[in-house]
Nanobody, 122 residues
C-alpha cells in the first residue's frame, strides 16, 4: 500500500520557522524525484520545491528561494522542507508528491500525500 504522510504543519507567526516531513512507503522512494506543492485559499496548487532522487539537484519557486530548503533521507524514505522566515503569504495546504516517471517501457506512477496545513499569522 502506497502512502505519503506529511507532518509538521501548524500555526506560526511571521518570521518563524517550520520543518515539514513526508514519510513514504509502498514504492521505491529512492528512485523518485520528490516535490512539495502548496495550495493557498482560493489559489491553484503550485510547486514549491523539488529534489532529485539522489538529492543532488534541487529547484525552488522564486517566492521561497533563500527561505526554504528541501532535503531527503533515502534511508528513512523521507523528504523534508525546512521553512524559515515564514510570511503570511506562505499560508497554504502543503502537499508531498512523488513524481511519476518512465524507466524503459515501465511507468512508475505519481503519488500524492493528503497535505499538512501551514498558517502564518500574527
Amino acid at each position: 500500500q502506497v502512502q505519503l504522510v506529511e507532518s509538521g504543519g501548524g500555526l506560526v507567526q511571521p518570521g518563524e520557522s517550520l520543518r515539514l516531513s513526508c514519510a513514504a512507503s509502498g514504492f521505491p522512494f529512492s528512485t523518485y524525484t520528490m516535490r512539495w506543492y502548496r495550495q493557498g485559499p482560493g489559489k491553484e496548487r503550485d510547486m514549491v520545491a523539488d529534489i532529485s532522487s539522489t538529492g543532488g539537484r534541487t529547484n525552488y519557486a522564486e517566492s521561497v528561494k533563500g527561505r526554504f530548503t528541501i532535503s531527503r533521507d533515502n534511508a528513512k524514505n523521507t523528504v523534508y522542507m525546512q521553512m524559515n522566515n515564514l510570511k503570511p503569504e506562505d499560508t497554504a495546504l502543503y502537499y508531498c508528491n512523488a513524481v511519476g516517471y518512465y524507466s524503459g517501457t515501465r511507468y512508475y506512477p505519481h503519488y500524492w500525500g493528503q497535505g499538512t496545513q501551514v498558517t502564518v499569522s500574527s
